[in-house]
């Protein structure tokens, strides 16, 4: 399975909603991001996650809330959000860096995230 | 934190002809840097990557360079064809830190 996978593919919420986002990968990767993206834009880092313990914050407000329960599964869980927020969330994974750099990131589908 | 920027934003180019993209970053310690291809309403997918330890790779139509001295790096296609019609983002990554360029959209006219 090389596949990252993601649920929802879309989701409207309201700003005072608390919603959560998913991510699944089964490669066997340690390495865990995740990614906003909007529209003509390249994807911005938000976190990442390395043998499950948060290792980079690309200082993201706390309206976003990163988890990794286990090697396979991402969780970005959503509060309070603001309109311009709204953006598509990738996730990625890869194999942790080695000595001679970082390595290949698979990314999901993404979801689209509307906040009304 | 690394910089990188691309050029150019848009690229048209004619079926057959070749098409070059660059990219520049200002961190010295970045050591690997790939190019992806994002299709709209689809998702980033890799097409070639290179590390610090070497200055060129090709894979078919497509090569990628690097001069390390000069923090740039820049992706090559020949032989365009339609599909190759997307937009075209380079990183530079350290680590788990990937950083993006701002894209290229290229348009390959049959």
């Known amino acids: 399975d090389t596949e990252v996978t993601q649920t929802p593919k879309h989701l409207v919420m309201g700003m005072t909603n608390k919603k959560s986002l998913k991510c699944e990968q089964h490669?066997?990767?340690?390495?865990m991001y995740w990614y906003k993206q909007k529209a003509k834009k390249p994807p911005e880092l938000m976190f990442v996650?390395?043998?499950?313990?948060?290792?980079i914050n690309e200082s993201v407000p706390s309206r976003f809330s990163p988890e990794c329960p286990n090697s396979s599964l991402l969780n970005l869980h959503l509060h309070a959000l603001q309109p311009e927020d709204s953006a598509l969330y990738l996730c990625a994974s890869s194999q942790t860096p080695s000595t001679s750099g970082g390595n290949e990131q698979f990314f999901g589908p993404g979801t689209r995230l509307t906040v009304l | 934190g690394e910089n990188v920027e691309q050029h150019p934003s848009t690229l048209s180019v004619q079926e057959g002809d070749s098409a070059v993209i660059k990219c520049t970053y200002s961190d010295s310690a970045s050591n690997y840097f790939p190019w992806y291809k994002q299709e709209l309403g689809k998702r980033p997918q890799l097409i070639i990557d290179?590390?610090?330890?070497?200055g060129e790779k090709k894979d078919q139509r497509i090569a990628v360079t690097l001069n390390k001295t000069a923090k740039h790096f820049s992706l090559h296609i020949t032989e365009t064809q339609p599909e190759d019609s997307a937009v075209y983002f380079c990183a530079a990554s350290m680590g788990n830190q990937f950083y993006f360029g701002t894209g290229t959209s290229l348009t390959v006219i049959p």
């Open positions: 290179i590390r610090s330890n070497v």
């Open positions: 490669m066997g990767h340690r390495a």
């Open positions: 996650y390395s043998y499950e313990k948060l290792s």
